[in-house]
């Protein structure tokens, strides 16, 4: 039984050597794919094997093409939207992602970038504390909930907005439960992002949602770029000179952000929410317990298709 790690940005070492380790205990060979500029040699590696790990890889219709044994994908980290589930469903294979394992990385970074934004990118100049003001948590899911408990640790007043979330779970954590979307634009200082990018989601923060923060507001998205309108950011970032964007991973049009409003905009150069150590070693190691998991026993537990 062989299982693939295809990481066009690789684990930590310590992380892949550890789920060697248990790869091996299991009697299960793992087969490591790192840094691959070239996708026939993702198409070739995966053509004998029975598991694939990725991270941020897509997994397309051709790579679903190639992989005539495979029988599980496992996302290591939170969103699957690099996965084709049209295809992998087609074909019977079960995709999983590893929720939670990265979450506390994330949410770290959303508070760096408010932050830092706060304190104008420690340029100089007069900046403002997060003690205070509200934060608005767009999404109670791992991330925003941990999100929300760090902005109160913080001193902020934490609101959160997530349908799907009920209000007794965001209220038993003492943050505010918010009943529409657009009352927790009209009330946050800070929106923090926790949206999955899906066909509802996507382009979704939109002019008419952010034209609703109160003045001085921040936008940090740390969930997916897809999800801002970038025309309607850009149109509403000129009109308004308070307004402030952060966000992990590079808009598609970062360089006319940039031009426009200088510090006013910031973008990770990579994607940097997951990347620490413990959420490399958390997210390699649950996927690999998940594949093997359910390639010996058929556990689907986290099964997204
Ligand atoms: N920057 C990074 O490296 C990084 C790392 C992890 C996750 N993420 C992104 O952050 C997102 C959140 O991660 P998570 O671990 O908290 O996921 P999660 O699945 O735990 O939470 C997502 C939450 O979104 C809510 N939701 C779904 N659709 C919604 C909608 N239309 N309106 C409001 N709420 C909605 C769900 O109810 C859920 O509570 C992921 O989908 C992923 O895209 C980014």
Known sequence: MKILVATEKPFAKKATDEMRNIAQSAGVELVLLEKYTDVNDFYRAVE??????????????EVVAH???????????????NLDLAACTERKIV???????????????????MIFMARNTFAGGTGSELKGKTLG????????????LLGKAFGMNVIAFDPFVKRENVEKDGVGYVETIEDLYKKANYISLHIPANDKTKK???YALLSLMPQGAFLINTARKEVVNEEDLVKLM???EDFKYATDIAPENLAELKEKFGNRVFATPKKMGAETSEANINAGLAAIRQAIGFLKDG???????
Do not use: W
Not at 97 to 102: E, V
Not at 137 to 142: C, E, K, L, M, T
């Open 48 to 61: 004998t094997v029975d598991g694939l790990i990725v991270r941020s890889d897509k997994v397309t219709k």
């Open 67 to 81: 992989a005539k044994n495979l029988k599980i994908v496992v996302r290591a980290g939170a969103g699957f939207d």
């Open 95 to 113: 995709c999983m992602n590893t929720p939670g394992q990265n979450s506390n990385a994330v949410a770290e970074l959303a508070i760096g970038m």
């Open 137 to 148: 948590i767009h999404a109670y899911g791992n991330v925003g909930r941990l999100v929300g």
């Open 204 to 206: 979704s923060i939109n």
């Open 238 to 240: 000129a009109e308004r």
């Open 299 to 305: 556990i689907d537990k986290f099964r997204v298709n």
